[in-house]
């Protein structure tokens, strides 16, 4: 099941309810702004365990998670979710 939205940035894990939270902790801890090139964007699921969009997306439809109508690209989005714990 997943938990959490996360985004890998240099080697470092930043769990948070939505990426664009994730975002301005990154930019404001880093005074750098990570991109599609240098940052991958996640989620974490109950075993702490870190999953890029498309593998969530799986997870995430496998425990009933998303929301009646998601993002049609099959990669999970924060606002495709209907409940994290």
Known sequence: MI???CILYRD???PGPTHKDI???IISETNSVPCNTTA???FIDTEGN???RAAAFVIAES???LI???TANHRL???DLNQIL
């Open 3 to 5: 938990v959490t939205a």
């Open 12 to 14: 470092i894990y930043y």
């Open 23 to 25: 975002l301005l902790e």
């Open 40 to 42: 991958i964007y996640g």
């Open 50 to 52: 870190f999953h890029t």
């Open 63 to 65: 425990h009933g998670q």
């Open 68 to 70: 009646d109508n998601p």
């Open 77 to 79: 989005h924060s606002y």
